[in-house]
Structure formats: structure tokens, C-alpha cells
């Protein structure tokens, strides 16, 4: 079982790779609902230091998003991002299993449509 292993990499910002993925998930007839967005978390903390780069100035973003496809159950794509670079995996737990379909429109939306500005290190 692979739990949080990225499945693309790409050069920019967390933000902008948010950005680029919802537009061709929902151009690919998926619903996207963002659950979770680190930087508004650390917001609510006063003291929250970076654990990758241990400083309160550090450029470290996750974001969670619930993809919905023609299964009731959502899948979970996770954005985590540092350093201009951004890694975009899929969850798939015991708790929570993935449903192939939706996962396979989800890659199929977001593989091989990067735009000039984001490219991929895969």
C-alpha cells in the first residue's frame, strides 16, 4: 500500500499548482472542494515553526482537496509544497481507499496538460 507517494511533481508554488489543477480537474467534469490549506491553520498558531526549514518565514504549503467523480466517495489529493516545488499525491489508506475510476480521471486531467510555466520533474 502506497499512502502518500506523489504521483507528479511539479516546478512551482503550491498556489499556483492549487490553481492549475482545479481548473483542468473541473474542466474534466470533477467537483473539488478544498478542505484543508496549511498557511490558514498556521494562522490561528502564534509560535509554529517550520519543521522543514525550522523558521516562521519558511514557503512550506499543504493543501488538501476532496476530488468527487461519479462515486459517491470522494478521493483525497494532497498538494505538498516547499522550496517552488510542489508534489501532488493521492491518499489511499485502510480507513480510505481510493476508487479507481475517480483516481484515473484525476491523473488523466493533470498528466501530460502542464503548461509551459510548470513543468514536471518526474
Request: charged share 20%; aromatic share 4%.
Amino acid at each position: 500500500m502506497n499512502m502518500f507517494s506523489p504521483f507528479l511533481t511539479l516546478d512551482c508554488s503550491c498556489d499556483e499548482a492549487l490553481q492549475w489543477s482545479s481548473q483542468n480537474l473541473m474542466k474534466s467534469g470533477l467537483r473539488v472542494m478544498r478542505t484543508f490549506d496549511l498557511h490558514t491553520a498556521r494562522h490561528a498558531l502564534k509560535d509554529c515553526p517550520c519543521p522543514h526549514h525550522g523558521t516562521s518565514a519558511c514557503d512550506c504549503q499543504m493543501l488538501v482537496l476532496l476530488v468527487y467523480g461519479e462515486a459517491l466517495e470522494p478521493v483525497t489529493l494532497i498538494l505538498h509544497g516547499n522550496d517552488g516545488q510542489t508534489w501532488l499525491s493521492i491518499a489511499d489508506t485502510p480507513n480510505q481507499k481510493t476508487n479507481i475510476k475517480t483516481v484515473a480521471a484525476i491523473k488523466n486531467a493533470l498528466e501530460g496538460k502542464l503548461p509551459a510555466r510548470i513543468s514536471n520533474r518526474a
